[in-house]
């Protein structure tokens, strides 16, 4: 009976479409246009929404009119495939954006009226979200509902290691159920927590990578102008974005989502080499996101920069071809970029040599065009990293001695087991062990270097086990995942399986939804306290109050606050110094630090400094100027260093 009606709803609907002209489909697609832009607002504005959002409404008939040319000629009205395909993304993607910069052009050049960047930006990204996740919802509604009829599905993809066509069928309805369901649930929970993205309050790290990134659109220059101990790429990334849509930390978090949803893209694309199942490879591309909010994804870090061109770097050594000389020497280029990311890139060069061996027609070593390709590789990699440093000016000593991780001891290999041995961390474990059963079994080289990969990726956690160092193993390891369904599931459903091997399939399924819940719990915590961001708003405006944005200060314990402040670093010989992370290993020994340097002092309760070390030591050559209390018992203090005179008086 179920079926029946809703084969009656299908054909009133295709019947609707054809007399109407997709009428249907265009007024759904306005709503989402509509729902984007407004959206868009409410994140920018918030409170101060109703007069804003009123003096831009005059614009929305320009923007629908647009957004309805570039929908109409990428033909995304004809309807919806089984599952979106890539393509169909693509041009949705092309869509979305054409219309963003054609809007942007016609408000700003031809009407003359200024519209916010960001809004135009974050209006671009809500439309993706909101026109794509709807119509991968309503083709999935089609395909559970009006298609079950059509009995066994089937879901072709390219080819294997040896170029072979494939096929992988999901034929009961059961398993179709539970494909449609999983990938539902994904995107709905996916969706939802990258809202809440927005409330997220501002981390430390943040307020480090975003200062440098104001001091870089002001045209300094980091190792000569200024001290970083840090790697370039993402800064400079941030400092794009900022030169684009303006200040504002929604900005960033635009520019944190542009390259999560890349790096889901990478994921997609690389796995086909492996896995031959579709909507698997879709599943896992989604589950890749969702799994990024567990790790801290949610925050702004530097990890997600290597994952995205370490990514970029294997897909160009990966593709089937015999030209020796341009992929291998953008491969190398690539792979400077993700060292300058953040340098953990280096994890991966073992296996990427492996690759570049590896004869791109077929599953064998070709070694005579291996070694050819890494020398070019090689050029690639030393060309680039040439021209980058006479950009910064700096000799390679300089700039080693800069981002070596000073003040970084390992933590070891026990605190790493310890890490690892954890319900949210486990599943890793899992996955490695039974990607190497599977190797075993039916040894597969791509699948092989993707494992290899995944087990290098675990060497950064010998130095230090924080929770976003496991985003860089989380590509490897969820297309390994992806392969033990494929392998355990469709392709093998009855095969061997002893009762070891089944124990480790249900602990990897309970660690995997342990990861999961913790995604899904931050995302609450988070939604449930959007109060975090504008208590900091409020006290930064507090000590603004006494020292004006641009002052050059020493932020202690809050590294944040240099951000949300706009304070320059108190000494450009030591740029932003983070005590513990600029060689002063031990917090509270601050004999090592020459307080006279620097002019002004904010101090905050905190862990990494305690007060009763810092006082006795800034009262030689600072006077506290101002103090307040925030957060029920936390306190903030301001100093402001003596002149010479007076402090050889003191003492």
């Known amino acids: 009976m179920m079926s029946k009606t809703a084969s009656h709803v299908h054909m ?23 729902a984007a832009n407004y959206l868009s607002f409410i994140i920018r504005y918030g409170t101060a929404l109703p007069t804003v959002y009123a003096e831009s409404l005059s614009f929305l008939p320009i923007l629908l009119f647009i957004r309805l040319v570039f929908y109409l000629k990428a033909g995304l009205y004809r ?21 963003s910069i054609t809007f942007f052009l016609v408000i700003n050049y031809l009407v003359g009226a200024g519209y916010p960047r960001l809004v135009i930006a974050l209006d ?11 119509s991968l919802l309503i083709s999935l509604v089609k ?152 790790y801290e994804g949610n925050d702004i870090v530097l990890e997600y920069f290597v994952v995205v061109f370490s990514l970029i770097t294997i897909l160009l050594l990966n593709i089937r071809t015999r030209q020796w000389f341009f992929p291998p020497f953008l491969a190398g280029l690539f792979l400077l970029l993700t060292v300058m990311a953040k340098q953990y890139g280096v994890a991966i060069i073992p296996a990427l040599l492996v690759l570049l061996l590896k004869d791109p027609e077929g599953a064998s070593l070709n070694l005579r065009l291996g070694i050819r390709k890494i020398a070019i590789f090689l050029l690639g990699f030393f060309v680039s990293l040439f021209l980058i440093l006479s950009y910064f000016g700096v000799d390679v000593s300089r700039f080693l001695s800069q981002v070596s991780g000073e003040g970084h001891g390992p933590w070891g290999v026990m605190t790493m087991i310890r890490s690892m041995w954890s319900w949210r961390n486990v599943w ?44 860089l193993i989380l590509p490897y390891a969820v297309i390994l995942l992806m392969g033990i369904v494929e392998y ?3 392709l093998n459903p009855r095969g061997t399986r002893n ?25 609450i915590h988070f939604s449930l306290h959007k109060e975090g961001i504008q208590e900091s708003l409020m006290i930064s405006r507090k000590i603004n109050a006494i020292l004006p944005s641009g002052s050059p200060v020493l932020v202690m314990n809050e590294p944040v606050f240099t951000y949300l402040c706009n304070f320059k670093p108190h000494v450009k010989k030591d740029g932003y110094v983070w005590l513990y992370k600029n060689g002063y290993t031990n917090f509270n020994n601050l004999d090592q630090f020459d307080f006279m340097r620097a002019d002004n002092i904010v101090w905050f309760d905190g862990w990494r400094v305690d007060y009763k070390y810092f006082l006795p030591r800034v009262e030689k050559t600072h006077n506290k100027i101002a103090e307040f209390r925030v957060s029920g018992n936390k306190k903030v203090e301001i100093w402001k260093r003596r002149e010479h005179q007076e402090i050889e008086r003191s003492v």
Request: proline letters at 2%; hydrophobic letters at 50%; charged letters at 15%.
């Open 124 to 134: 671009w990204l809500f439309f993706i979200m909101i026109s794509g996740g709807g």
């Open 499 to 523: 009762v070891f091997e089944a124990a480790c399939l249900f602990f990897l399924c309970v660690s995997l939804l342990f990861s999961i819940s913790f995604a899904v719990k931050d995302t």
């Open 143 to 294: 395909e559970y509902l009006f298609s079950k009829h059509a009995g066994k599905k089937t879901f072709h993809d390219g080819a294997g290691e040896r170029g072979e066509g494939s096929v992988t069928a999901i034929s009961s309805p059961r398993e179709e159920d539970i494909a449609v369901a999983t990938i539902v649930l994904l995107s709905s929970i996916l969706i939802w927590s990258w809202w809440t993205t927005f409330f997220i309050p501002y981390g430390d790290d943040a307020g480090y990578y975003l200062s440098v990134a104001e001091r870089i659109n002001e045209g300094w220059r980091p190792y000569k102008d200024f001290y970083l101990h840090y790697t370039p790429v993402g800064l400079y990334y941030f400092a794009i974005f900022r030169e684009l849509l303006g200040d504002g930390y929604d900005a960033y978090k635009i520019a944190f989502l542009i390259a999560e949803l890349c790096s889901a893209g990478l994921v997609y694309l690389l796995s086909g080499s492996v896995i031959k199942n579709r909507i698997l490879r879709f599943a896992g591309a989604l589950l890749f996101l969702l799994l990024y909010l567990a």
């Open 488 to 490: 355990y599931f469709l």
């Open 79 to 99: 309807g919806f495939s089984a599952l979106p395909s890539m393509r169909s993304q693509v041009e949705l993607i092309k869509s979305a954006t054409f219309g």
């Open 12 to 34: 009133a609907v295709d019947a609707d479409r054809t007399r109407n002209g997709g009428m249907v489909i265009i007024l759904a697609f306005l709503i989402q246009v509509c």
């Open 428 to 471: 890793f474990i899992l996955v490695v062990f039974l990607s190497l059963v599977i190797a075993v079994r039916k040894f597969h080289l791509t699948s092989f270097i993707i494992l290899l990969l995944c087990i290098l990726s675990f060497s950064p956690l010998y130095v230090r086990t924080y929770l976003h160092y496991y985003q």
